[in-house]
């Protein structure tokens, strides 16, 4: 079973940038293929991003194709998510999510963090 540990998240301006980490224990990372989800107040969980388990496939959700970028590294147990210009609608709780069966878009990760807080400020 692994665990999952995400940082990262906070208060920025429109436009401005952040990088969220989800730190993996207990499990052997490489073995889980990674994804980034979000859900805002009164809205469904949504995908964001997702990566195959060497990092070589990546999905991302048309509302963040070409501002987000997923990326992973096997020896520090960490997938990491890059926000580049951030927009209000990002606003949402963050969570990574592990499978070690299937990547990609689907929403049956077995394992999930505890989310961390995006705010963007127009």
């Known amino acids: 079973q692994v665990h999952l540990v995400e940082s990262g998240g906070g208060l920025v301006q429109a436009g401005g940038s952040l990088r969220l980490s989800c730190a993996a224990s207990g499990g052997t990372f490489s073995s889980y293929a990674m994804g980034w989800f979000r859900q805002a107040p009164g809205k469904e969980r949504e995908i964001v991003a997702a990566?195959?388990?060497?990092?070589?496939?990546?999905y991302y959700a048309d509302s963040v194709k070409g501002r987000f970028t997923i990326s992973r590294d096997n020896a520090k147990n960490t997938v990491y998510l890059q926000m580049n210009s951030l927009k209000p609608e990002d606003t949402a709780v963050y969570y990574c999510a592990a499978d070690p069966t299937t990547w990609g878009k689907h929403y049956d990760y077995d394992y999930w963090g505890q989310g961390t807080q995006v705010t963007v400020s127009s």
């Open positions: 990566i195959s388990w060497s990092g070589r496939s990546t």
